[in-house]
Each structure stands twice: as C-alpha cells, then as structure tokens.
C-alpha cells in the first residue's frame, strides 16, 4: 500500500474580500519529492504555497484539504 501523500488539495480556493485570489488548484505532494509551483508573477504561488500553511489572511475554502493524512479543510472558521 502506498503512503499517503503530505498534502493533498482539490479545488482550492483563496479569496481577499470579492477577489479570488487562487481558484481551482488541485495538487498532490507525495512524501519524501519535491514538488515546484511555478506561473507569472502575480498568478497565485505564494498565496497558494500560503494557505497550505496557514497564513494566508484571507479565506481558504476546498473539496478537499489533507496535511499529513488530517482533513484540514474549514479549519480556522
């Protein structure tokens, strides 16, 4: 059986007021890779790489938000 993965998202989404930051991000981090976020400037990484931490200041909603195996989806509202 394969490990679960330390995070997994599926329609993540990140919004400042009416502004959607982030929409739609689905990924996976498969233990022990590396994974890049990479896009224009001004495209979402860092507050993508945020939310997955905490610290985005603004409202993280998701189908689906595991970190290390623990649903964390709605936590923090």
């Known amino acids: 059986m394969a490990e679960d993965p330390v995070v997994s998202a599926?329609?993540?989404?990140v919004c400042f007021g009416d502004v959607a930051a982030v929409r739609g991000v689905d990924l996976v981090l498969p233990r022990g890779r590396a994974v890049a976020l990479v896009g224009e400037s001004g495209s979402g990484k860092s507050v993508t790489a945020r939310a997955l931490i905490g610290?985005?200041?603004?409202?993280?909603t998701a189908d689906v938000?595991?970190?290390a195996g623990h649903d964390?989806?709605?936590l923090g509202e």
């Not at 599926?10 to 989404?13: A, D, E, T």
């Not at 610290?55 to 993280?60: D, E, K, P, Q």
């Open 10 to 13: 599926r329609n993540l989404r």
């Open 55 to 60: 610290l985005t200041g603004g409202v993280v």
């Open 65 to 67: 938000l595991r970190i």
């Open 72 to 74: 964390v989806a709605g």
